[in-house]
């Protein structure tokens, strides 16, 4: 961290540094001075320690259950193909107009939510279904609860990512049925870096690969986040086609 300040203030004497070169956020909080170093140093770890767990088992999650499911991994192939045609690299608009692949990281992310449980603290008195909750009282919401439950989703056992398409008559999902980055100023900071990650995954994955699994089924464990408790074992094959 002291090397990088000092290379950081090196570039801005020089003049290397200003609103035309791209700098991380950490770099840029130091060069606002909103952070001290020690303070660019633990936001560093969180950075580290909160994404690479979460996105790693997400990720895992989300190839498990397509790999259960070759025909949507076809459907998903043909969509990317489509929208990138012979890009080798997506755009960000390209990934806007790869719908499916956004609906698989939503119904990922609804059926293992990475945190189970969404706590806070309300300032005001409020009833909360019937109930006088005062203010004060630390209010613990579940999402496996809620994603899992029938009154917000169809068969919420199945994986299906459909159900998040706009375009469908029934798809009149609660907006807060699902939170797995939380909401509000609460809420993850590294949601959009996640997504896409896991965006580029796929498209990178999918039309070169197919993916298949004996497993009808993987034990879950729930410590601070969802994990799988077993080895998760996904065969990978080169597409015939690619």
Not at 163 to 187: C, M, T, V, Y
Request: hydrophobic fraction near 40%; include cysteine.
């Amino acid at each position: 961290m002291e090397k990088k300040v000092v290379a950081l203030s090196e570039d801005i004497a020089r003049g290397v540094v200003d609103e035309t070169r791209a700098v991380g956020i950490l770099e840029q909080w130091l060069i606002e001075g909103k952070l001290e170093p020690e303070d660019a140093l633990t936001q560093a770890c969180d950075f580290l320690s909160a994404g690479l767990d979460t996105t790693k088992n997400t990720s895992t999650f989300m190839l498990y259950e397509l790999a259960k499911q070759p025909a949507l991994q076809d459907q998903l192939c043909a969509e990317i193909r489509t929208v990138l045609g012979n890009k080798v690299n997506p755009s960000w608009e390209d990934l806007q107009n790869i719908h499916l692949v956004r609906y698989c990281l939503k119904e990922t992310l609804r059926m293992y939510p990475p945190a189970e449980m969404s706590m806070r603290n309300i300032k005001e008195d409020a009833v909360m279904n019937g109930y006088k909750v005062p203010a004060g009282t630390l209010v613990v919401t579940s999402q496996c609860l809620m994603t899992s439950s029938e009154d917000y989703f169809d068969e919420p056992d199945k994986f299906t990512p459909e159900r998040w398409s706009k375009n469908k008559e029934d798809a009149l999902i609660h907006p807060f049925a699902s939170l797995p980055f939380g909401f509000g100023q609460r809420g993850c900071y590294g949601r959009r870096l996640a997504e896409l990650e896991m965006y580029i995954l796929l498209t990178k994955l999918i039309p070169r690969f197919t993916l298949s699994t004996n497993q009808d089924s993987i034990t879950l464990f729930q410590s601070l986040i969802l994990r799988p408790d077993e080895p998760v074992i996904i065969n990978v094959k080169e597409r015939s086609d690619t």
